[in-house]
């Protein structure tokens, strides 16, 4: 098994720390906001990788954190009247909501940070006493980054650039301009007494704590978007190293960049996409497709156009599911060509492009061995699970409806009947206008025998 370690930059061999086990902790959501089609690209990176592992007959896990202390928590709350824990308490059950409307797996564990406080200011304290961090003269804990001799090796920076690149904001309390902050002084609604003053803690101490709890001094993967490996992976790094004589992740698993239509998502571009955008217009599966066509660690631009093809490629797969009478399904082991492409750090573009020779071979056996069809459907099942694609029976997957739908299960069933009256009385005129009436709200008709089935396409501009 080989994955892409993040701090060597190579394709390494995978061996974890206990033969058979995995232990991951993945950065989570900071909850102020809606999840973004970014936060799903990473997460749904991990949510494959756990399955890979999974399938592989690993036993994982899963540990990803809630960030519910965060000034832009703070922020929002002020703006909205209420209270910070108003705010993450929102934003944790959106959160999850959208997660399950995705179907994707729970993580094992799930910390959030209001309830490690212990452990994070214990984590602090030992920091202190070995000499890795002061306090300055308001209170505050900062790291010292001088005193990690390795710092910037994950990120593969020196010091000395990252000082002279960060001359315009200097807190003159600080030894060294790149410190970061382990505790921050203050006596707002989120603060927590500790031996500093009140206050809470920087960003970066938490994972440092809460793998600790979960995962112990050293475990195996250490996860999350490229945006996070400076300085946030970086500063646990160092944290994590100094207080556990070098001890902590042994492989880094980072997602890559997400776009929208080419540009970077921002806030003030108004380009924000969240999940559940996506949700009121496409079928999960087909989400799941488009960016699972990509690989995790390479860019992604996001496009409702590229959203678009990947459903046009998924109704041939359903499509000819559809043909196959699925009331037999079979569990099946997963296929060798499977295995390939997941020991191959988790090459979901390698799974696909197997998954396109088994509807090959699927399409032909209509032609020519109808007897082999349904294994072939099974093995394509199978073969799609890790990905979570092919879980939906082919005529529900066809009748999504997004909230944009022109037109209701009933009116569509009603209309058929319509049509097929019609066509026995022989009038081929009425029944044809209701065809084309159909088809201009995205409802494509195909009569099969004495039956007629339909299925909800894109509609073309
Ligand atoms: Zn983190």
Not at 68 to 89: C, G, H, M, R
Not at 240 to 249: E, I, T, V, W
């Amino acid at each position: 098994m080989k994955i892409f370690d993040s701090k060597s930059s190579k394709k390494i061999s995978f061996n974890p720390l206990k033969e058979g086990k995995v232990s991951l902790y993945v950065c989570g959501m900071t909850v102020y906001d809606s999840c973004h089609i970014g936060h799903l690209r990473t997460f749904l990176s991990f949510d494959f990788i756990v399955k890979s592992f999974r399938a592989l007959n690993y036993d994982v896990h899963y540990v990803r954190n809630i960030t519910d202390v965060d000034d832009k928590i703070i922020a929002k709350a002020k703006s909205e009247n209420t209270s910070p824990s108003a705010i993450s308490e929102k934003y944790i059950q959106e959160m999850h909501d959208d997660f399950s409307s995705m179907s994707m797996l729970s993580p094992d564990v799930e910390p959030k940070v209001t309830e490690h406080m212990d452990s994070i200011i214990s984590f602090i304290d030992d920091l202190i006493s070995k000499n890795f961090a002061y306090t300055t003269k308001h209170g505050d804990v900062f790291f010292d980054v001088e005193s990690f001799e390795n710092y910037g090796e994950l990120s593969n920076r020196n010091l000395k650039d990252m000082v002279s690149g960060s001359r315009i904001d200097i807190d003159d309390t600080k030894k060294n301009p790149a410190d970061f902050a382990l505790w921050k002084i203050s006596s707002d609604e989120a603060s927590w007494n500790s031996p500093w003053g009140k206050g809470r803690p920087g960003w970066h101490i938490e994972c440092s704590a809460m793998s600790r709890d979960y995962l112990g001094k050293n475990f195996d993967i250490h996860g999350g978007g490229l945006d996070l490996k400076f300085p946030h992976h970086e500063n646990e790094n160092a944290q994590s190293k100094c207080n556990h004589d070098g001890l902590f992740a042994n492989f880094w698993l980072h997602t890559g960049p997400l776009t929208i239509e080419e540009e970077k998502m921002s806030k003030s571009l108004g380009n924000f996409v969240t999940i559940k955008d996506i949700l009121k217009k496409y079928h999960p599966e087909v989400i799941r497709f488009f960016l699972f066509s990509t690989h995790y660690r390479n860019p992604l631009n996001f496009s409702f156009h590229g959203l678009d093809e990947s459903k046009k490629t998924l109704d041939k797969f359903y499509d000819a599911l559809r043909k196959v009478d699925l009331s037999d399904t079979k569990n099946i082991p997963l296929d060798e060509g499977v295995i390939e492409s997941l020991k191959d750090d988790f090459n979901s573009p390698k799974l696909i492009s197997f998954l396109h020779k088994i509807l090959d071979k699927l399409n032909k056996s209509f032609l020519n061995n109808k007897n082999e069809s349904n294994s072939i459907a099974d093995l394509l099942i199978s073969s799609g699970s890790v990905m979570g694609l092919f879980q939906s029976k082919p005529d529900e997957y066809f009748k999504f409806i997004s909230s944009e739908v022109l037109i209701t299960e009933e009116e569509i069933e009603d209309l058929i009947t319509e049509r097929n009256l019609a066509r026995n009385q022989k009038d081929f005129i009425k029944s044809d206008k209701i065809r084309d009436d159909l088809k201009a709200k995205g409802i494509n008709l195909e009569d099969i025998g004495e039956k007629t089935i339909w299925k909800r396409v894109t509609l073309d501009e």
